[in-house]
């Protein structure tokens, strides 16, 4: 057993357990349901699985086959989250986080600090953004229901 990989394995999983789970902590401050216990594991278990894949096949070469089956299974775990109700649908926004935070874990697990860092970082502006003053103006689903509400305003009037 080599204690210094075990040491670097085990500080890239908690990198990419508190990455994921400041994404999720946006998500949760907002009473989305997937929070900081979801990214946080996650992140953690893409993480894990990469660190698994490339110390299985030893220090020869990087074996891709398991991190290509996170990308996949996360892809479907994040399917779960998104709901079609009286012609909306939701959770599309937490699905692709969740995917995107699955990447997080991934980088830190292959070694790339600065990437998984810079994508939990962009993650987590791209969620807050949604609640800065003015984004209202800019989304396409507020337009929507801005013409909606205008519509129904001049059909009470005529």
Avoid at 89 to 104: C, F, I, K, Q
Wanted: overall charge neutral; hydrophobic content about 50%.
């Amino acid at each position: 057993m080599d204690w210094q990989l075990e040491l670097v394995m085990a500080m890239r999983a908690l990198l990419a357990a508190f990455l994921g789970g400041l994404v999720g902590a946006e998500r949760e401050r907002h009473g989305q349901d997937a929070g900081i216990r979801t990214y946080g594991a996650v992140s953690l278990g893409a993480c894990v699985f990469g660190l698994v894949s490339m110390h299985a096949l030893g220090a020869g070469g990087i074996d891709t086959r398991i991190a290509a089956q996170v990308v996949t299974g996360v892809g479907f775990l994040g399917a779960g989250v998104i709901m079609r109700e009286h012609g909306k649908t939701t959770g599309l926004t937490t699905a692709a986080t969740v995917w995107a935070t699955a990447a997080t874990g991934l980088a830190i697990a292959f070694g790339m600090y600065l990437l998984g860092t810079l994508t939990a970082t962009i993650i987590f502006f791209l969620l807050a953004s949604h609640h800065l003053p003015g984004w209202k103006m800019l989304s396409s689903n507020s337009h929507v229901a801005t013409s909606s509400a205008h519509q129904e305003h001049r059909d009470k009037e005529e």
